[in-house]
């Protein structure tokens, strides 16, 4: 079996270290695995699973940053049947634990020191009733399990224990549970299968153009569909060297690509314009570059060219997903003009039908705009746990409703012009203003908040809070960024606050935010 013939991820594991062999898989500074060492690695790290208790179906959580030991714990737990839940490595400690309890994982996996924090101490006095073992890679192990002691356990399963496993998961099987918010603020289990991440991402690697030997920086992050589903998983099923990075630096970046002849390198807009604003650009070898996909926020046409022209990529291409959909929907393709890979997100991926749709469910004309709802194998399994947003999400005809505004031109290319939900992107990073909100409600200062999107130069869009407080004059906008600070992940994190009286509000008592975006873009214009 070829690894693009795989329909689970253990069959691709297997059949990317047959075909790929002793081609580097994963370059992580000194460490250097080979596509056959990984395949060894993930099945003792399985074993290890399988003699701890993990069960087919078991949540086995992951919350680390880009390195070597969160990809074979994440798919050495796939490959005994297991269900892997994603954390970002942004969260506090309370957000992590919701996360936790929601999917009700047994086991996970952390790192222990990481950029000053300790994540499994962030962990401490929070209710997790389902978790339990806590597993730490590298420093800071305290009184959880280290990653090798973990490793040891090995030895008490044999390999037709293992081989029993890997056989009897399906590609209908559940292999991820990667949470999303809607503006509700309560985030929600996404299941997808391994045969439907598979056949998106063998079709992303198409697209994008990736050939064996390509060198692939992954600065999205792991616990990210793109970073996960459009890194690993693409670079097994071709063949190409992941190369994982820890947090993004234009400069740190820049020397990466010339020292390890990186040829492969997505990422949000925000990231190739830091690496344009460069003044010493010319300095660095980026001569090796050549595959890009971005997307995730409005991209000058300038940009694109300047893309090709200055740092030299060959194929620029962006997209279109969602969680819900194993993060992929549409896709630019690489014969495409520098406009439309700007302004457009491109067009449905083979075997997904994309329509606009107006209030009443009705397909609306082409170039006129309405909901994106999306049908075909990519769209998820289903909430987990939650028949009901299910049921509010996918429609009787198998389309799921994005919230999502969208034209559809006559070619089929999708621009994103509005969202019927309030999310905005921080920087690559979705942000659910209701999360926010929930969070905020817990300041005892605060008697209510509206968090809105505005434009940002770096980061396309973040975070303003309109704060009504409890008593007038007792807070001050410094001490509430510093408080939110440590409450909730950084790209949450308000820039701007407003103190007001009150909100604009509708006959039924809820917030008019477009109000409040126009107040903003007043004050500014």
């Not at 990984?38 to 790290?45: G, K, N, V």
């Not at 959880?144 to 496993?165: F, G, S």
């Not at 071709?238 to 993004?248: E, K, S």
Request: glycine letters at 8%; one cysteine or more; aromatic letters at 8%.
């Amino acid at each position: 079996m070829r690894a693009t013939d795989a329909q689970t991820i253990p069959q691709l594991v297997r059949a990317a270290a047959r075909q790929f062999g002793q081609s580097i898989f994963l370059e992580e500074d000194t460490v250097h695995i080979s596509f056959g060492e990984f395949e060894q690695r993930c099945t003792t790290a399985g074993r290890a699973m399988i003699a701890s208790g993990v069960a087919p179906g078991d949540r086995v959580a992951v919350w680390a940053p880009n390195i070597h030991e969160w990809v074979i714990a994440a798919l050495a737990a796939q490959c005994i049947g297991a269900v892997l839940v994603t954390l970002n490595t942004r969260y506090k400690g309370s957000e992590a634990a919701y996360i936790l309890r929601a999917s009700r994982a047994r086991l996970l996996f952390s790192i222990g020191d990481f950029l000053g924090s300790n994540y499994p101490q962030m962990l401490s006095g929070e209710a997790l009733p389902d978790l339990e073992e806590t597993v730490v890679f590298r420093r800071g192990a305290g009184a959880h399990t280290p990653w090798d002691t973990l490793l040891q356990r090995a030895a008490q399963v044999d390999d037709a224990q293992l081989r029993e496993r890997m056989e009897n998961t399906g590609a209908g099987d559940t292999s991820d549970l990667l949470f999303t918010s809607g503006t509700t603020g309560a985030p929600k289990g996404v299941m997808c299968t391994h045969g439907q991440n598979l056949r998106a991402f063998s079709t992303f690697a198409d697209i994008v153009g990736l050939q064996q030997g390509d060198r692939y920086l992954v600065i999205n992050p792991f616990f990210h569909s793109y970073g996960y589903k459009a890194g690993i998983l693409a670079c097994l099923l071709r063949g190409v060297t992941l190369l994982p990075h820890l947090t993004f630096d234009a400069r740190t970046v820049a020397e990466r690509i010339a020292a390890d002849k990186v040829s492969v390198l997505p990422g949000p807009p925000t990231l190739f314009q830091s690496l344009l604003a460069l003044p010493d650009l010319a300095d660095y070898d980026l001569s090796s570059l050549k595959r890009t996909t971005t997307g995730a926020a409005a991209i000058p046409v300038e940009m694109i060219h300047r893309m090709r022209a200055v740092l030299g990529f060959e194929t620029v291409i962006t997209a279109y997903g969602l969680t819900e959909c194993c993060g992929l929907v549409t896709m630019c393709r690489a014969d495409d003009e520098a406009e439309t890979v700007a302004t457009t997100s491109g067009r449905a991926i083979p075997g997904v039908e994309v329509r606009c749709v107006d209030t009443d469910n009705n397909e609306v004309s082409s170039g006129e705009p309405g909901e994106i709802v999306v049908r075909g194998f990519n769209v998820m399994s289903g909430y987990f746990e939650n028949a009901q947003a299910t049921a509010e999400t996918i429609d009787a005809e198998g389309w799921l409703h994005t919230g999502d505004i969208g034209v559809l031109d006559e070619k089929g290319n999708l621009r994103i012009t509005d969202r019927l939900k309030d999310m905005f992107i921080t920087g690559g990073f979705n942000c659910y203003p209701a999360e926010i909100e929930n969070t905020l409600a817990g300041h005892p200062g605060i008697a209510a908040s509206a968090v809105i999107g505005i434009p940002d130069e770096r980061l396309g869009e973040v975070a303003m809070a309109f704060i009504i407080p409890k008593r007038a004059g007792e807070l001050n906008e410094e001490e509430l960024i510093a408080w939110c600070r440590q409450h909730m992940a950084n790209f949450k994190v308000p820039r701007r606050i407003a103190f007001v009286t009150e909100f604009p509000v509708n006959a039924s008592g809820k917030v008019l935010k477009r109000e409040l975006s126009k107040k903003v873009l007043q004050s500014t214009g």
